[in-house]
């Protein structure tokens, strides 16, 4: 596909593992923002072994700023499954990639085309969009999946199984860079006389999509204790970090000049104090604090009379 991205993951010397690292990456997540860490990623852990050696707190590490880390801890106990049933191998069966950590209908048919080249259904938010306009003559899917547009992709996939996959990733192209949500450039588009949607006289979508919030929830608060944890290689000691929550309490402003003792690490310093500048309500800390441990994140570790806190 000439005018495709340049994107690594669909370079043909990619790996299967490439590829599936890529998916669970892009899970949620742009691609402008996974792309450098992909890159780190595969210089690190070229394989699934190369993962599934290391403890699951440095995949949670080395994935950053993603988001959603728990898509790290999945890709980890998938690196591991696959060692221990594949023989190191990412599994091209539908079926055996299923039965994997964190691989759903979406991942496994992804990995099927784009590593394999076999013919599978794919079905993400950019080719929902082409075939609603394109074919139902809508300015936007259905806000979640429906069982109508998943036959109607299945209906339009292509017999062959070669054509097959040059139709998902066309199409998902189409979407991303052309089709687009809020400005499609439908003097670009090959399909502009087939499209339903422009013969419609390009009619106003159902509802106004609206992004997830972010300053000031539970979201934010996590990522920003969880940010203090990928910095610090040593366990560091929880009242550090429970304490950001103090300034909301006191109603008091953090200063930029705010010190921390002097064992605190540089590096674990300016993400301390981000925490600490979003003033949590102590309640909110504690609470999402509490998250992390349950899911796994975190772990604490009692040392004489303190309790430590790592990934």
Not at 67 to 93: C, K, N, S, T
Not at 211 to 232: C, N, S
Not at 253 to 261: E, G
């Amino acid at each position: 596909m000439q005018n495709a991205r340049d994107l690594p993951w669909r370079r043909n010397e990619c790996s299967p593992w490439g590829v599936m690292v890529s998916e669970f990456m892009l899970q949620q997540t742009p691609v402008k923002r996974v792309l450098p860490v992909w890159e780190e990623w595969m210089r690190r852990w070229p394989t699934p072994a190369d993962l599934a050696a290391e403890p699951t707190s440095e995949a949670v590490r080395a994935w950053g700023r993603l988001g959603y880390p728990r898509r790290a801890q999945r890709l980890h106990g998938a690196a591991v499954a696959i060692v221990e049933r594949h023989g190191g191998e990412v599994p091209a069966d539908h079926e055996a990639l299923l039965a994997l950590p964190g691989v759903g209908s979406y991942t496994a048919a992804a990995i099927s085309v784009f590593a394999f080249g076999l013919r599978e259904t794919v079905i993400d938010t950019n080719i929902r969009r082409v075939h609603a306009r394109a074919v139902s003559g809508k300015a936007l899917p259905s806000r979640s999946l429906t069982a109508a547009e998943t036959r109607l992709a299945e209906a339009l996939m292509p017999a062959d199984t070669p054509t097959s996959c040059v139709w998902n990733a066309a199409t998902m192209e189409l979407g991303a860079l052309v089709c687009t949500a809020k400005s499609p450039s439908c003097q670009l588009c090959p399909v502009e006389d087939l499209c339903a949607w422009v013969a419609a006289g390009r009619p106003e979508a159902e509802y106004t999509p609206k992004g997830q919030a972010w300053h000031g929830t539970d979201r934010q608060v996590r990522g920003a204790v969880m940010a203090v944890l990928r910095a610090a290689h040593e366990p560091v000691d929880r009242s550090i970090i429970l304490d950001a929550g103090a300034a909301s309490t006191t109603g008091a402003t953090v200063s930029p000049d705010l010190a921390f003792p002097a064992d605190i690490p540089v590096e674990v310093r300016r993400p301390l104090k981000t925490l600490y500048a979003l003033s949590p309500a102590a309640e909110q800390l504690q609470r999402c604090y509490a998250g992390l441990l349950a899911d796994s994140l975190a772990r604490e570790v009692t040392q004489g009379d303190a309790v430590l806190v790592s990934l």
